[in-house]
T-cell receptor, first 110, second 116 residues
Framework: GEDVEQSLFLSVREGDSSVINCTYTDSSSTYLYWYKQEPGAGLQLLTYIFSNMDMKQDQRLTVLLNKKDKHLSLRIADTQTGDSAIYFCAEIPYGQNFVFGPGTRLSVLP | ETGVTQTPRHLVMGMTNKKSLKCEQHLGHNAMYWYKQSAKKPLELMFVYNFKEQTENNSVPSRFSPECPNSSHLFLHLHTLQPEDSALYLC???????????????FGSGTRLTVV
C-alpha cells in the first residue's frame, strides 16, 4: 500500500540550514506537500510542489523532488527558533485521500 | 485563523458522558474530514464526507458518530469513550475529495480531548 516515510527527529542550530527528507511509494500523486504543526495547533500547509517540477523555492523554503527515487526534501535556510515544529510530508495518490508521513520534529537550538 | 474553526479547543469528559465536537468552514469546500492525532499514531484518518455524504469510515469504533448536516459543518458525537481515545481531534476540509481545485487540505486547530 501507500507509504510515506520520514525521520522522526532533527536538531539544528539557529542560523543553520535544516533539511527534512521524505520518501514516498505512490507515483500517481499530482502534488506533494509539506505541512507544519506548531505546538498545540493544527496542521498548516507550508508549501507544495507539482509532480512535474523538480524544485520550488519560496523565500527561506526550498523543496526538491526526485521522482525517480520518490524522494522529497524541504530545506529551511537560516533556521529560526520559530521554525521549531513538526513537519509532515504528504501525498494524495490518485483517487485516494491524503497519505501523511509520521512527521519530523525539528528542534532549533540557540 | 485558517478558515476551519473547531470547538471546543479543549474537552475533558468522563467515560459515561456524551459530548460533541464541532467543525465549521466557510471556504466553499465540499469535502470534510476527521483525523485523530495521538502519540502512538501521529495522524489517523477517521471519516470522510464529500457533498454531505460519508464516503469513508476508517474502521472507527461506533462510540464515535459523525454527522454532516451540510457542506460547511461537521460534528463528531462522542459517547462511552475510553481513556485511550484521549487525543487531538483535527478537522480538515478541501474543495472535493477528487483533488481538483486548490491543492491540499485546510486544517482546523483541533480539539484536545481527555477522557478520564
Amino acid at each position: 500500500g501507500e507509504d510515506v516515510e520520514q525521520s522522526l527527529f532533527l536538531s539544528v542550530r539557529e542560523g543553520d540550514s535544516s533539511v527534512i527528507n521524505c520518501t514516498y511509494t505512490d507515483s500517481s500523486s499530482t502534488y506533494l506537500y509539506w505541512y507544519k504543526q506548531e505546538p498545540g495547533a493544527g496542521l498548516q500547509l507550508l508549501t507544495y510542489i507539482f509532480s512535474n517540477m523538480d524544485m520550488k523555492q519560496d523565500q527561506r523554503l526550498t523543496v526538491l523532488l526526485n521522482k525517480k527515487d520518490k524522494h522529497l526534501s524541504l530545506r529551511i535556510a537560516d533556521t529560526q527558533t520559530g521554525d521549531s515544529a513538526i513537519y509532515f510530508c504528504a501525498e494524495i495518490p490518485y483517487g485516494q485521500n491524503f497519505v501523511f508521513g509520521p512527521g519530523t520534529r525539528l528542534s532549533v537550538l540557540p | 485563523e485558517t478558515g476551519v474553526t473547531q470547538t471546543p479547543r479543549h474537552l475533558v469528559m468522563g467515560m459515561t458522558n456524551k459530548k460533541s465536537l464541532k467543525c465549521e468552514q466557510h471556504l466553499g469546500h465540499n469535502a470534510m474530514y476527521w483525523y485523530k492525532q495521538s502519540a502512538k499514531k501521529p495522524l489517523e484518518l477517521m471519516f470522510v464526507y464529500n457533498f454531505k455524504e460519508q464516503t469513508e469510515n476508517n474502521s472507527v469504533p461506533s462510540r464515535f458518530s459523525p454527522e454532516c448536516p451540510n457542506s460547511s459543518h461537521l460534528f463528531l458525537h462522542l459517547h462511552t469513550l475510553q481513556p485511550e481515545d484521549s487525543a487531538l481531534y483535527l478537522c480538515a476540509s478541501s474543495q472535493t475529495t477528487s483533488g481538483t481545485g486548490r491543492p491540499g487540505y485546510t486544517f482546523g486547530s483541533g480539539t484536545r480531548l481527555t477522557v478520564v
